[in-house]
């Protein structure tokens, strides 16, 4: 499949719902407190999503039966919110936010501390603020001419170095129209996956998925959606939706910039 590069207006249109992804983040962090269950999280992003023109892209997405993926403690991805999921204090929750607006899709996510960062353990606090700098590096390897295996060898080069695992049986990927399409972003040093050269007009997630412990994943859970650790270490997430321009890199969906948006 041919990678797509967007033209201007579509670019536009990334820029439209990539804001509204972030600010559905945003506004779904403030709400992550100790006893709050995830069915309220994603009840949450849904209704706010709905009010500002969106649709959850998620929300029936191959049988997905909710609006938000979240992921607590030893969930690497796909975590189905549920009313008996209740956030306690000293727990990680990654969320995972994809809008569809005008057509095109948004899609983000990052990992809380429920509590607060003193509430939680050093190593949850190894993992997430890893897993952060993790997604810092990938998008700093994004410039046109550029490989797109740039990315997986530099977070791979800080992960190993912290004896992390780095999820490999998920990756980063195309995005627009379409959900998830090509390029493939391998989070780690890879030979086996296409290496394309960047260039401006493509637009792509970053999304490493870091373990405490080993990089192996459990299968989906009976629900057909929730993935752990093998080894039931604890795993964190952070995640942009990005443009690669004439001259190196945009964020599309940058939640830590977002005052003053039309959504905040």
């Known amino acids: 499949m041919a990678i797509d590069i967007k033209s201007p207006a579509e670019i536009d249109k990334m820029r439209a719902v990539g804001v509204l992804a972030a600010a559905t983040l945003k506004m779904l ?3 992550v407190v100790a006893g709050v269950t995830t069915a309220k999280l994603n009840k949450l992003c849904h209704e706010f999503t ?12 191959k049988g997905y039966p909710a609006s938000l993926c979240t992921s607590i403690n030893d969930v690497v991805c796909h975590g189905v919110p549920r009313a008996k999921d209740v956030l306690q204090d000293g727990d990680i929750v990654n969320l995972d936010v994809t809008s569809i607006l005008a057509g095109y899709h948004g899609d983000t996510s990052a990992t809380f501390y ?3 960062r003193d509430a939680c353990s050093a190593e949850a606090v190894k993992v ?7 997604l810092a590096i990938g998008v700093a390897q994004v410039k046109p001419g550029g490989r797109i295996g740039d990315i997986g060898n530099a977070i791979d080069r800080y992960a190993t170095d912290l004896g992390l695992g780095i ?3 998920y990756c980063g990927h195309g995005i627009g129209r379409d959900f998830h399409t090509e390029p493939q972003v391998a989070h780690y040093r890879s030979r086996g996956l296409r290496n394309p050269r960047m260039k401006a007009g493509m637009t792509f997630t970053i999304e490493p998925m870091l373990n405490v412990g080993s990089w192996k994943v459990t299968s989906p859970e ?14 964190a997430q952070f995640e942009h939706t990005i443009l690669v321009t004439k001259d190196g890199v ?5 939640w830590a910039n977002i005052d003053g948006s039309p959504y905040a």
């Open 128 to 134: 997430v603020e890893a897993a952060r700098e993790a």
């Open 29 to 31: 962090g403030d709400h």
């Open 114 to 116: 429920v509590g607060g």
């Open 50 to 61: 709905l009010d500002h023109g969106a649709t959850p892209a998620t929300l029936g997405y």
């Open 250 to 254: 945009e964020v599309l969906t940058d």
């Open 222 to 235: 009976s629900d057909g959606w929730t993935v752990r650790t093998r080894d039931g270490s604890l795993s």
């Open 167 to 169: 999820v490999q049986d």
